[in-house]
């Protein structure tokens, strides 16, 4: 029995607020934990098959060209190998998120350096991979390859659907009291997920599956099947666990594919491990941005204007391009507005999402803009931010579903002690440290994805929840366990969920942080059939009925689950659905950053010292796994703002950082302590849970609240991101005279 | 087919070295990141199962550290406080499995110019010694490492075991380190200093070295010159100008520009020497 909602209105019932158990929300720790801490949950590498081979890609040296041929001959005569593959059906790069069809094809064709071409399969993984680094690859440059968004002759894509303009944004910069038009830029940003991407395939008789690290499984399995050209009911993708994505495992990849054609082909299990070089490389990265930001303002700091302009990259022919600007139209007001958007064609690595693709690296250098304009108009940065939030989305003209950006303004300026900072900049010595702070907001777009789910409650009164959606270290496990065992009334312990597996109803797949509340939807809605059949069985109103530590309780009545049953099994699905509801309103989740810093004044060197985050998602379902998500999305925004940056060869365009001694992620060194508040909120637009995402949230601005700190501790403005210690030092020489 | 020969005793290396042909392979820190994605062609020495090339010992005065040592025993080992800034370095190269792996002797024959151990050793007055069919030799550190990723190692030689003579394991030293994070990074910068002071605290002897900053980590001669005779204490500093840096010829590259490294080796010698004269009273680098 499947049961089913689209969202197409408010759910006015606020059903979890009903329960008993009492573990929604709560900082529970993952029913996986033990497993993932004692080394015995299974990630994609761990569960090899008997007799399996072990393939290694080999990769173009060129920017672009044709792939004529390969020696095999002289690698296959190597010990150990069985096979050196060349097929058509290879893929260029993995598919965008949700493609669900195979991206290009062909390893004939080359786009990219470290495109793989080739893979040599062989009996042990050292065999294969002295195979492919043997391997002589016979290719045919092309020349005019375009590696750089700048490069001459590079061509540029001005898409029409992604241009936007209302009012007269110039004549509202020349009436500005006060304005900013300035060029920000980010570089190439990795995913570096901890577990490096592989695949394991293997086929009995038509049917294959595969033990991969992948996000969305339901679209990965559609994806793997038309790369093969076979039916995706023969096709069966297993993920139970996943050692981080943050937006590289959302398609399916080169080493699926590669893998499913060799274990064809050699009829034994094939596995096909990356190594972290090959991921930087082979994998997806975050497009560079150069980012034109312009704000009018009155005498008073109220936004009459913004235009934000884009320039991103990605490989010919790739639909996706780095959304910068997906939050501009709504966030502040302002009625002359520019939104511009242009790609540039390039031959690099393929440009694709990376954690809360657009406003990561969009809300921060408008949020950089913002300080500068606070700056300028000599008002509070907190202050011109609560002066232009909107009533409504400006551009749209639709209701907010609800907003708590100045609740998280107002109450993260509280805590943190926002009124210690000094205006101007460079005011706090502390020795050789320059002492300053920043803030900046925090918003991200909300989104519901179709999701289905199915919940069993055993005679015994054990329940079981089934969906093939992923944990990818997000805790997907822990939430959908704790909204089961909320709604049908039993301890944790009786709950089990299983995830990651074709076979089990398609949930929506962790991306865009709307796994929590998709697949908890479709988990609800499932449970809500159940507590129906229940009440069927007791014989009691809906409204009446609650469920509590196994049993049933209504009036003076109370059950165990098991005498209600009597030794049957219920057994319903929930079916979530994206609706018109986004349409009618604007869903998105807000915050606030504030982050201390010192900065060297010998040495330019950049610590931050203290650093909070003030975050609105809804209903929070588990407080513990929500607070660890900010903590990493802040993290990552220390990253962004302060060291990582990917270098690209101007010749060739290869990934000159391609491992993590030069990509530098901060290490625990780096980060201090970071406190994380999560606003009460429930959005009744957005599901029955009135819960939002917040994968994402904490990293939609960070960089900015950091980087508006190392300008009020020196007065330094660094508009070309990371700020690494050499700019900061160069700006301070430059004002220091 | 290249061959692979993993011996037991330095006597079994350098005859195998005298055939010719071989690389040694030590902790293969360095050497397996630069195969980059070529087949290993080489003939491979791996000199991992000598134990007598490991730890660290006294002979007659002089400590002497075994090639093969690794970074997380030279942390570990008791030694004098003029070690401090070795071991200082030693706890920054790379992260602690890099540490558990990578040796000395790599660090210096692999010659990189950000190599973290060459300054903390140069202050030692630091000798390696080599030995070959042909004999033993020593060779001050400053006459092995010749060069970006050039030694003075003949083809036959094996590095044994880098000696510390006992008149420059006196007095105390400091190490700083400039990354771009602040751990698990290769250096932009880095200063080792010794300071020996007489009974009333003058710089009695002093050595500092300065890594990263040139293709080969450099002694600042003329500024150790300067400052003996002076008190050990931060009015020393004063003495510190832009002539005696003029040995240094830093390079622009990813990791900053090449005017960025010049300023920061006055800065971090300077700390360095605070450091060692123990006045740095809560300045200097905070973690
Ligand atoms: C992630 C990472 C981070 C790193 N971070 C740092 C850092 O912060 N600072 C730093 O200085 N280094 C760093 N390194 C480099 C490296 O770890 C050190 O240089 C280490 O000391 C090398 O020692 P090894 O034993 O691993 O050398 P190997 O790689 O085994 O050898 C290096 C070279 O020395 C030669 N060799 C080794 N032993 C002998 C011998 N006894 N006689 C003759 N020749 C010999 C080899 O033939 C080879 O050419 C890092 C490396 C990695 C992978």
């Known amino acids: 029995m499947t049961v089913h909602i689209r969202m197409d209105d408010r759910v006015e019932a606020d059903r979890l607020e009903d329960m008993a158990q009492g573990v929604v929300g709560k900082p529970l720790d993952r029913p996986d934990g033990a497993r993932k801490a004692s080394g015995t949950a299974a990630y994609a590498m761990d569960s090899l098959p008997d007799g399996a081979c072990f393939g290694v890609l080999a990769r173009a040296t060129i920017a672009a060209g044709r792939l004529e041929g390969v020696d095999a001959a002289a690698v296959e005569a190597l010990p150990g190998v069985r096979a050196v593959i060349v097929d058509e059906r290879m893929l260029r790069n993995p598919a965008q998120g949700m493609a669900g069809k195979a991206p290009v094809q062909d390893p004939h064709e080359i786009a990219y350096f470290g495109q793989p071409v080739a893979l040599v399969v062989a009996e042990s993984f050292e065999q294969a991979r002295h195979g492919a680094i043997a391997l002589v690859l016979r290719l045919e440059a092309r020349a005019g390859a375009v590696v750089g968004p700048d490069d001459a002759g590079v061509e540029i894509e001005t898409p029409e659907k992604k241009q936007q303009s209302s009012g007269d944004l110039d004549a509202a910069m020349r009436e500005a009291v006060f304005g900013v038009d300035q060029t920000y830029t980010t570089p190439v940003h990795a995913s570096a997920a901890m577990e490096p991407h592989a695949s394991i395939a293997q086929w009995d008789e038509d049917r294959l599956t595969l033990r991969g690290s992948y996000q969305m499984l339901r679209f990965n399995r559609a994806e793997l099947a038309d790369a093969l050209g076979i039916d995706e009911k023969n096709v069966r993708i297993l993920a139970p666990f996943v050692g981080g994505g943050f937006g590289s495992k959302l398609g399916i990849a080169p080493e699926a594919v590669a893998a499913a054609i060799a274990a064809q082909r050699l009829g034994v299990p094939v596995a096909v491990p990356m190594s972290r070089q090959q991921v930087f490389e082979g994998v997806m990265r975050r497009s560079e941005t150069t980012q034109r930001i312009r704000l009018a303002a009155g005498a008073d700091g109220r936004l009459t204007g913004i235009g934000h302009e884009a320039l991103v990259s990605n490989l010919p022919g790739e639909k996706f391009s780095e959304p910068v600007t997906q939050a501009t139209p709504f966030l502040y007001r302002g009625e002359n507005r520019v939104i511009g958007h242009r790609i540039a064609r390039v031959n690099r690595t393929c440009a694709g999402s990376v954690r809360a693709p657009g406003e990561a690296v969009g809300v921060t250098m408008l949020e950089i803009a913002m300080d500068e304009l606070a700056a300028a108009a000599g008002i509070d940065p907190v202050e011109l931010r609560l002066r232009n939030i909107p009533d409504e989305d400006p551009t749209q003209q639709i209701p907010f579903s609800s907003h708590k950006l100045a609740e998280a303004l107002r109450s993260g300026a509280d805590r943190f002690g926002w009124d210690r900072r000094r205006t101007e900049p460079g005011q706090v010595r502390d020795g050789e440290w320059l002492v300053g702070m920043g803030m900046a907001s925090a918003v991200r777009v909300n989104m519901l994805v179709e999701a289905k789910a199915r919940v069993s409650l055993s005679s015994d009164g054990h329940a079981l929840v089934e969906t093939d959606m992923t944990d990818i270290g997000t805790g997907t496990y822990a939430i959908l366990t704790q909204i089961a065992a909320e709604m049908l009334g039993l301890p944790m312990d009786r709950v089990e969920t299983r995830l990651g597996d074709t076979d089990l109803p398609p949930g929506s797949g962790s991306g865009g942080s709307f796994g929590a509340a998709s697949n908890g939807t479709a988990v609800f809605m499932a449970c809500e059939e159940i507590r129906r059949m229940i009440c069927e069985r007791f014989g009691c109103e809906a409204h009446d009925l609650t469920l509590k530590d196994g049993r049933a309780i209504a009036g003076n009545r109370s059950v165990p689950l098991a005498e209600i049953l009597g030794g049957e099994d219920l057994v319903a699905e929930g079916h979530a659905e994206p609706g018109d509801a986004e349409d009618k309103v604007r869903q998105a989740t807000y915050g606030s950053y504030f982050a201390e810093v010192g900065v060297n004044a010998v040495t330019g060197e950049t610590r931050v010292r203290r650093m909070l985050g003030v975050f609105a998602a809804g209903r929070i379902l588990n407080a513990k796994t929500a607070r660890s998500q900010c903590l990493g999305g802040m993290t990552f925004g220390i990253g962004m703002a302060l060291t990582e940056e990917i270098f690209h060869d101007p010749r060739d365009g290869h990934i000159v950082n391609r491992d993590f001694a030069e990509y530098h992620l901060p290490v625990n060194a780096d980060v201090p302590q970071i406190d994380v508040v999560l606003l009460e909120e429930r959005d009744a637009w957005a599901n029955p849970l009135q819960a939002k995402g917040i994968g994402e949230l904490g990293i939609c601005g960070a960089a900015a609240a950091v980087v508006n700190a190392i300008h009020n501790a020196t007065g330094v403005r660094v508009r070309d991101l990371p700020a690494t210690l050499d700019k900061v030092l160069e700006g301070l020489e430059r004002q220091g005279g | ?287």
Request: glycine residues 10%.
């Open chain 2, 1 to 287: 087919m290249p061959r692979y020969a993993r011996p037991s005793t330095p006597d079994e290396a350098i005859a195998l070295l005298a055939e010719g042909g071989w690389t040694i392979l030590a902790g293969g820190t360095d050497f397996y990141p630069a195969q980059g994605a070529r087949p290993i062609r080489d003939d491979i020495l791996d000199i991992g199962a000598i134990e007598a090339l490991r730890g660290i010992r006294e002979d007659k005065g002089d400590i002497v550290i075994g090639a093969a040592t690794s970074w997380t025993e030279i942390v570990r080992a008791r030694l004098p406080m003029a070690f401090d800034a070795l071991k200082a370095a030693a706890r920054e190269v790379g992260s602690v499995q890099i540490q558990n792996t990578g040796t000395i002797a790599g660090n210096l024959c692999n010659a990189s110019p950000a190599a973290d151990g060459v300054p903390a050793l140069l202050v030692l007055d630091a000798e390696v010694e080599l030995a070959s069919t042909r004999g033993i030799r020593r060779l001050p550190l400053r006459d092995f490492v010749l060069g970006n990723r050039r030694t003075a190692r003949a083809a036959d030689e094996l590095v044994t075991a880098i000696r510390v003579p006992t008149a420059s394991a006196a007095g105390r030293s400091s190490f700083f380190k400039l990354g771009a994070r602040r751990y698990l990074v290769i250096s932009i910068a880095m200063a080792a200093v010794r300071v020996e002071t007489d009974l009333q605290g003058r710089i009695a002897r002093c050595a500092i070295a300065v890594g990263a900053c040139s293709a080969v980590a450099r002694r600042l001669e003329r500024l150790e010159a300067d400052l003996v005779g002076r008190p050990a204490d931060a009015a020393a500093l004063g003495v510190i100008g832009e002539r005696h840096f003029d040995g240094l010829a830093p390079i622009d590259d990813v990791r900053a520009s090449a005017v960025y490294r010049m300023e920061a080796a006055r800065e971090i010698v300077g700390r360095a020497l605070a450091d060692a004269f123990g006045t740095t009273a809560g300045q200097g680098v905070a973690a």
